[in-house]
């Protein structure tokens, strides 16, 4: 941790970043036949965009200028390369978009698939190269019983091998069933469709881009689950979902299968303990980590409701890409919930000072009617009105404190509106009626944390300080400015 705070900024300065064509394009095809030029210049000429955005994650940034060269003379449409996105790569990122004054994105690379509603969006995923016969080996290796029940799942840039593998597959393995990806959530006029949840057909399984039916009769916890990509968010998101199933996984890297041996129920105790230190907590952070994400500022508003439901503060932060130097800086934040897409949602927050919790996570600690079953929600719109876990709180005319015990401290808690309720109408003010004879106190936590700091801030000393003429500052970068070692005076 002592790293993040400090570091070599000559060596930061000077670090180059060598990336080969290599690296990023695949080996299997073209360049063409890769990025889908074809494919993405009748995209853009049959709904005549003028002004195109191509978002590129790092490690494919080095075939982008080839690539908007080659889109430009297919089309009519100027194009612009995002490339630092605001948030995760994986999402769409929309606002730098919307800041060239783009008519539509284009995706490429690894995507969580998140569903965006501001502007018209093609999916590029790439062709990543993976040996399908030894990939089909592995699974006849892991899978010994013929009739075993198993869906495939896969990342984005493995979808191209997966028809060519069922059909190695499909003879001899009658229950395997394939995934497949549902990208038609944006359409060419921006217009947003919710994943279709079939209620004649509770056998199909919509969730994170991902569409798959189940057997007659059958559940998802009959089912195994046989992952086709590298180790990583995609794969622990999809497990810490479906807990129940048992996880194998190919990695075409280096063309080996695998049972997947973490322990689910230690990464659960471990998101419980999490859920436990927002309980304990008072003043809560709310990290808004995507601006793309359908339904976000929703979301937003429902945790912010709950936890003034639940007799806390809450204080909502934007700063793009979280580190530990970042969240230092606020200390009277107890918890952190983050607003992001499922795969970035499960953030590791073990170097960070305090925990960073999911909105389903602060949910189960403010709202008494959700109980902690084993279930896990990665998908924060799950929990919105009309989602497919969606609890309401309890009504705030029959809400009152209530006291439990914590399980880290072991001193007693309360949660509630408190008095913050009267005659059905919240307080705007913080200074609230505590009993009969009148007296007040301040209910500001954040407040009350500042009063006790023995630092709290530069004094002002207004009046004091004399006013002097602007002079010249100093010129350069702060590793080495211009008249350093000069003996000059400070300005």
């Given at each position: 941790m002592?790293?993040a705070?400090?570091?070599?900024?000559e060596?930061?300065?000077?670090?180059s970043?060598?990336?080969?064509?290599?690296?990023?394009?695949?080996?299997?095809?073209?360049?063409?036949?890769t990025?889908?030029?074809?494919?993405?210049c009748?995209?853009?000429?049959s709904?005549?965009?003028?002004k195109?955005?191509?978002?590129?994650?790092d490690?494919?940034?080095?075939?982008s200028i080839?690539?908007?060269?080659?889109?430009q003379r297919?089309?009519?449409?100027?194009?612009?390369?995002?490339?630092?996105?605001?948030?995760?790569?994986c999402c769409?990122d929309?606002?730098?978009?919307?800041h060239?004054?783009?008519?539509?994105?284009?995706h490429?690379g690894?995507?969580?698939?998140?569903?965006?509603?501001?502007l018209p969006?093609?999916?590029?995923?790439?062709k990543?190269?993976?040996?399908?016969?030894?990939?089909?080996?592995?699974?006849r290796?892991?899978?010994?019983?013929?009739?075993?029940?198993?869906?495939?799942?896969?990342?984005v840039?493995?979808?191209?091998?997966?028809?060519?593998?069922m059909?190695?597959l499909?003879?001899?393995?009658?229950?395997v069933?394939a995934?497949?990806?549902?990208?038609?959530?944006?359409?060419?006029?921006?217009?947003?469709?919710?994943?279709?949840?079939?209620?004649?057909?509770?056998?199909?399984?919509c969730?994170?881009?991902?569409?798959?039916?189940?057997?007659e009769?059958k559940?998802?916890?009959?089912?195994?689950?046989?992952?086709?990509?590298?180790?990583?968010?995609t794969l622990?998101?999809?497990?810490?979902?479906?807990?129940r199933?048992?996880?194998s996984?190919?990695?075409?890297e280096?063309?080996l299968?695998?049972?997947?041996?973490?322990?689910i129920?230690?990464?659960?105790?471990?998101?419980?303990?999490?859920i436990?230190?927002?309980?304990d907590?008072?003043v809560?952070?709310?990290?808004?980590?995507?601006?793309?994400?359908?339904?976000?500022?929703?979301?937003?508003?429902?945790?912010?409701?709950?936890?003034?439901k639940?007799?806390?503060?809450?204080?909502?932060?934007?700063m793009?890409?979280?580190n530990?130097?970042?969240?230092?800086?606020?200390?009277e934040?107890?918890?952190?919930?983050?607003?992001?897409?499922?795969?970035n949602?499960?953030?590791?927050?073990?170097?960070?000072?305090?925990?960073?919790?999911?909105?389903?996570?602060m949910?189960?600690?403010?709202?008494?009617?959700r109980?902690?079953s084993?279930?896990?929600i990665?998908?924060?719109r799950?929990l919105?009105?009309?989602?497919?876990?969606?609890?309401?709180?309890?009504?705030?005319?029959?809400?009152?404190?209530m006291t439990?015990?914590?399980l880290?401290t072991g001193a007693?808690?309360?949660?509630?509106?408190?008095?913050?309720?009267?005659n059905?109408?919240?307080?705007?003010?913080?200074?609230?009626?505590?009993?009969?004879t009148?007296?007040?106190?301040?209910?500001?936590?954040?407040?009350?944390?500042?009063?006790?700091?023995?630092w709290?801030?530069l004094?002002?000393?207004?009046?004091?300080?004399?006013?002097?003429?602007a002079?010249e500052?100093?010129?350069?970068i702060?590793?080495?400015?211009?008249?350093?070692?000069?003996?000059t005076?400070?300005c």
């Amino acid at each position: 941790m002592t790293e993040a705070f400090s570091s070599n900024s000559e060596s930061v300065i000077q670090r180059s970043v060598d990336v080969s064509a290599t690296e990023a394009r695949s080996p299997v095809a073209s360049l063409e036949d890769t990025y889908q030029i074809s494919e993405t210049c009748h995209f853009i000429n049959s709904n005549e965009f003028k002004k195109v955005a191509l978002q590129f994650p790092d490690e494919l940034l080095v075939d982008s200028i080839a690539v908007a060269a080659a889109i430009q003379r297919g089309s009519n449409a100027k194009t612009y390369i995002l490339g630092d996105t605001s948030y995760g790569s994986c999402c769409v990122d929309e606002v730098a978009a919307e800041h060239a004054g783009a008519d539509c994105i284009v995706h490429y690379g690894q995507s969580c698939l998140s569903a965006s509603r501001r502007l018209p969006l093609m999916y590029v995923f790439g062709k990543r190269a993976i040996d399908v016969q030894q990939c089909a080996s592995s699974f006849r290796d892991l899978y010994t019983d013929l009739q075993s029940h198993v869906v495939i799942l896969y990342d984005v840039v493995y979808s191209h091998a997966i028809d060519s593998l069922m059909q190695l597959l499909g003879d001899s393995y009658p229950n395997v069933v394939a995934s497949s990806l549902r990208t038609d959530h944006c359409h060419g006029n921006g217009r947003y469709d919710q994943e279709p949840s079939d209620s004649q057909d509770d056998r199909v399984i919509c969730k994170f881009g991902r569409q798959f039916r189940l057997k007659e009769g059958k559940n998802t916890e009959d089912y195994g689950m046989f992952f086709i990509g590298r180790e990583g968010l995609t794969l622990t998101n999809f497990m810490m979902t479906w807990n129940r199933c048992r996880f194998s996984s190919f990695d075409p890297e280096t063309s080996l299968g695998r049972t997947e041996s973490v322990n689910i129920n230690k990464a659960l105790m471990k998101r419980y303990y999490a859920i436990e230190r927002a309980k304990d907590a008072n003043v809560v952070g709310i990290l808004v980590g995507t601006l793309g994400v359908a339904n976000y500022l929703t979301i937003i508003e429902q945790v912010k409701e709950s936890i003034r439901k639940a007799g806390k503060k809450s204080y909502m932060f934007a700063m793009g890409k979280l580190n530990v130097p970042k969240l230092a800086n606020f200390l009277e934040i107890d918890v952190y919930v983050l607003v992001a897409c499922p795969e970035n949602s499960l953030l590791d927050s073990s170097e960070f000072y305090r925990p960073v919790v999911t909105p389903f996570e602060m949910e189960v600690a403010c709202n008494r009617n959700r109980e902690w079953s084993g279930e896990y929600i990665t998908d924060f719109r799950d929990l919105l009105p009309g989602g497919s876990s969606h609890v309401d709180f309890s009504d705030p005319d029959a809400n009152e404190e209530m006291t439990d015990v914590s399980l880290i401290t072991g001193a007693l808690r309360t949660s509630g509106l408190r008095s913050e309720l009267e005659n059905g109408t919240p307080q705007s003010s913080s200074v609230v009626l505590r009993n009969q004879t009148l007296t007040v106190a301040n209910a500001n936590t954040a407040a009350s944390f500042l009063a006790g700091r023995s630092w709290q801030g530069l004094e002002q000393k207004l009046g004091q300080t004399p006013v002097v003429k602007a002079v010249e500052g100093r010129r350069g970068i702060a590793i080495a400015y211009e008249d350093e070692g000069n003996n000059t005076k400070d300005c």
